[in-house]
């Protein structure tokens, strides 16, 4: 079966600091894919990333980075610099390999900008 | 970025009345599409996965005559919610992936609100 843990409820930061939200994955396929969706209080989630478990490049994209270790099975989350418009709730999904795009997703890091 | 739209955003209902939700995909062709349900500060838990031209798939634990899905074209797919309660009042999200791009990052619709009184 497939479990995806965001061991962080909350966390807050003041503005501008950096801040990492964590993701730990179980799985047993040897393909499938993992990724990041920000949930901000319209509710509507936005697409952030998205992994295929052969590419263990890390990612940046603008103030966002990504590290994916299948060796500790985790796909981490960076913000560097946060902004009070990163508020939200991050959740991290996998899903199984090709043809299957079910999701399963963690329960979810409440992110709290202070200004 | 694939855009897809629920309809109603909003919908406040009597127990025991039916409702009915629409997931469009609006600018590509989705021949499966994900029913999800969210509970205040919960995660999303998946209902079903709604096939074009076929029965829906259910997650061990949803019951098939209590929430009907209709995927009637490969941009439309329906979930009722029939004779509503107040238990299931929660936040109803569908997703889409484009047919013609799988396998596909699944992309969301803005959720509806359902309140049953």
């Known amino acids: 079966a497939q479990k995806v843990t965001q061991a962080q409820t909350e966390i807050s930061v003041v503005e501008k600091e950096d801040v990492t939200l964590d993701c730990v994955y179980e799985?047993?396929?040897?393909?499938?894919?993992l990724f990041w969706y920000k949930q901000p209080p319209s509710g509507e989630l936005v697409f952030l990333i998205r992994r295929n478990s052969f590419d263990e490049q890390n990612e940046i994209s603008g103030r966002y980075s990504w590290n994916f270790q299948k060796s500790t099975s985790s796909f981490n989350f960076t913000i560097t610099a946060s902004q009070v418009v990163d508020s939200a709730v991050y959740f991290c999904a996998l899903s199984e390999s090709f043809g299957n795009e079910k999701l399963t997703f963690g329960t979810g890091t409440r992110l709290t900008i202070i200004p | 970025g694939a855009v897809v739209s629920q309809h109603p955003s909003r919908v406040i209902c009597k127990s025991g009345t039916s409702v009915k939700i629409e997931c469009r995909s609006l600018d590509f062709q989705a021949t499966t599409m994900f029913w999800y349900r969210q509970f205040p500060k919960k995660s999303l838990m998946l209902m079903a996965t709604?096939?074009?031209?076929?029965?829906?798939?259910?997650e061990q634990g949803v019951e098939k005559d209590k929430f009907l899905i209709n995927h009637a074209s490969l941009t439309l797919s329906t979930l009722t919610v029939t004779s509503a309660h107040p238990e299931d009042s929660s936040f109803y999200i569908c997703?889409?992936?484009?047919?013609?791009?799988?396998?596909?990052?699944?992309?969301f619709g803005p959720g509806t609100r359902l309140t049953v009184l």
């Open positions: 997703s889409a992936c484009r047919e013609s791009l799988r396998p596909d990052t699944q992309y």
């Open positions: 709604s096939n074009e031209g076929s029965k829906a798939t259910y």
């Open positions: 799985t047993r396929d040897t393909t499938y894919y």
